[in-house]
Nanobody
Framework: QVKLVESGGGLVQTGDSLKLSCEVS????????MGWFRQFPGKERELVAG????????FYEDSVKGRFTISRDNAKNTVYLQMSDLKPEDTAVYYC??????????????????WGQGIQVTVSS
């Protein structure tokens, strides 16, 4: 059974930074694309950042480019999302997910088959 546990969320002010972590158990992430998604109230989940198995290709959603950095430590079976210069519009529930085997950095959401429980990030103005 694959389990993903996100940590590092919380309430911050505009311009602050947060680092989300996602620890995976029950499956090695070594050969899988990993992704961070976020979901706004009443909206569908959107891919914020995706990273291939060797970190050779990375995708960022336009609004977070230059502010967010996705990384992974395959030895620790953990994926990270460093978020800087946070804005109120970044307020959402953030999810990490395991994507396809040997996948690209931007797979369709339907190819992500294991999800964390989600973690709230709130940015106050």
């Amino acid at each position: 059974q694959v389990k993903l546990v996100e940590s590092g969320g919380g309430l911050v002010q505009t311009g602050d930074s947060l680092k989300l972590s996602c620890e995976v158990s029950g499956r090695s992430i070594l050969s899988y694309t990993m992704g961070w998604f976020r979901q706004f109230p009443g909206k569908e989940r959107e891919l914020v950042a995706g990273i291939t198995r060797t970190s050779s290709s990375i995708f960022y959603e336009d609004s977070v480019k230059g502010r967010f950095t996705i990384s992974r430590d395959n030895a620790k079976n953990t994926v990270y999302l460093q978020m800087s210069d946070l804005k109120p519009e970044d307020t959402a529930v953030y999810y990490c997910a395991v994507g396809p085997l040997y996948g690209s950095s931007r797979p369709n959401i339907k190819y992500f088959d294991s999800w964390g429980q989600g973690i709230q990030v709130t940015v106050s103005s």
